[in-house]
């Protein structure tokens, strides 16, 4: 048993100092780093696509994308006119910093402002690996159920932001948005929840609005 936990520790400190290698990296060029996780289908490339388009006049931005197979996330990605890398894991459950550092080989980071991270779509294993972010952002679809939070607490607990996305569904689903919040809340008094419906548009501005902020703040 404890060789097993030994073996798992030693590979989260080497993902660790290659983390910190990537944060040294972006801290020198003020590169503002999201991590965005969720499970699978809660609208990450949505996200991505209406944030890289609305705000493309304002900033410079690049998208990893992660994926069990193909490549069709970065493909809808690069149809935005932001550089777009594709990671295919081949059944890895996340992205570690290794493969971050490895892709980040193929952006130009001249004068980047934001790195997205498309994580793998999953709420366990993403959260134990930093791949170098500033933050970690996680979607949760209110077509998933008000109780993810406390299903998969260490997810939340390590996130900066929550999105509620697919608020326009809300009509046609059993979802409690302040039940939601509050059971994130718990986990992380610090969180900041954000409804919105990354289809429609609703309620982006609070996202862009964050965005703006802590890419300030990296200056």
Not at 166 to 187: G, S
Request: glycine share 6%.
């Amino acid at each position: 048993m404890s060789k097993e936990v030994t073996i798992v520790r030693n590979v989260l400190e080497a993902n660790d100092r290659l983390a910190e290698e990537l944060q040294n990296k972006f801290r020198v060029k003020k590169i503002l780093c999201l991590n965005l996780m969720s499970s699978p289908g809660a609208g990450k490339t949505t996200l991505l696509e209406r944030t890289l388009t609305e705000l493309k006049d304002e900033f410079k931005m690049a998208v990893i994308e992660g994926d069990l197979q193909t490549d069709n996330d970065a493909q809808r990605v690069a149809a935005t006119g932001a550089q777009a890398v594709q990671i295919n894991t081949e059944g890895g459950c996340h992205l570690d910093s290794g493969m971050v550092m490895d892709a980040l080989k193929a952006i130009d980071t001249d004068g980047l402002d934001i790195l997205f991270v498309e994580n793998v779509g999953n709420l366990v294993c993403p959260a134990e690996f930093n791949v170098g972010e500033d933050y970690k952002v996680t979607l949760l679809s209110v077509a998933e159920g008000d109780d993810k939070p406390e299903k998969y607490p260490f997810m939340f607990h390590i996130s900066a932001v929550m999105l509620l996305n697919k608020t326009d569904l809300l009509p046609y689903v059993d979802f409690d948005l302040d039940k939601a919040t509050n059971h994130a809340k718990k986990l992380n008094k610090d969180i900041e929840v954000m409804p919105i419906s990354a289809r429609t548009g609703e309620n982006m501005d609070q996202w862009y609005d964050w965005l703006r902020k802590k890419r300030a703040e990296k200056l």
